[in-house]
Nanobody, 126 residues
Framework: QVQLVESGGGLVQAGGSLRLSCVASGRTFSQYVMAWFRQAPGKDRDFVACISCIGGTTSYADSVKGRFTISRDNAKNTVYLQMNSLKPEDTAVYYC???????????????????WGQGTQVTVSS
């Protein structure tokens, strides 16, 4: 099973940018759908973005479309989340997740992913 380690979180002012990284172990990284979820205190873990998912490309939550970009570098076993124009409501712990390409179930549900990172805190001040 792939193991995931996130980095890149921190404190940023509203309107600023951050780039999260998630490094995966193993030699079959390209065979996984990769996604980012986030969880604010007292709330559910929500979908943010996925890559190699819908139609083999990318998909985003409506709340981040046009501001966040997910990408991957299979040679480096790494998936990125570039976050621009950050808002206070983006404050959360961000988690990287993985599932095999042939897995079934909604890409938007955290219950269909079987590997998770430890999470990285993103705090956006107003």
């Amino acid at each position: 099973q792939v193991q995931l380690v996130e980095s890149g979180g921190g404190l940023v002012q509203a309107g600023g940018s951050l780039r999260l990284s998630c490094v995966a172990s193993g030699r079959t990284f390209s065979q996984y759908v990769m996604a980012w979820f986030r969880q604010a205190p007292g709330k559910d873990r929500d979908f943010v973005a996925c890559i190699s998912c819908i139609g083999g490309t990318t998909s985003y939550a409506d709340s981040v479309k046009g501001r966040f970009t997910i990408s991957r570098d299979n040679a480096k076993n790494t998936v990125y989340l570039q976050m621009n124009s950050l808002k206070p409501e983006d404050t959360a712990v961000y988690y990287c997740a993985a599932r095999p390409l042939r897995s079934r179930g909604s890409y938007y549900s955290p219950y269909t992913y079987d590997a998770w990172g430890q999470g990285t805190q993103v705090t956006v001040s107003s």
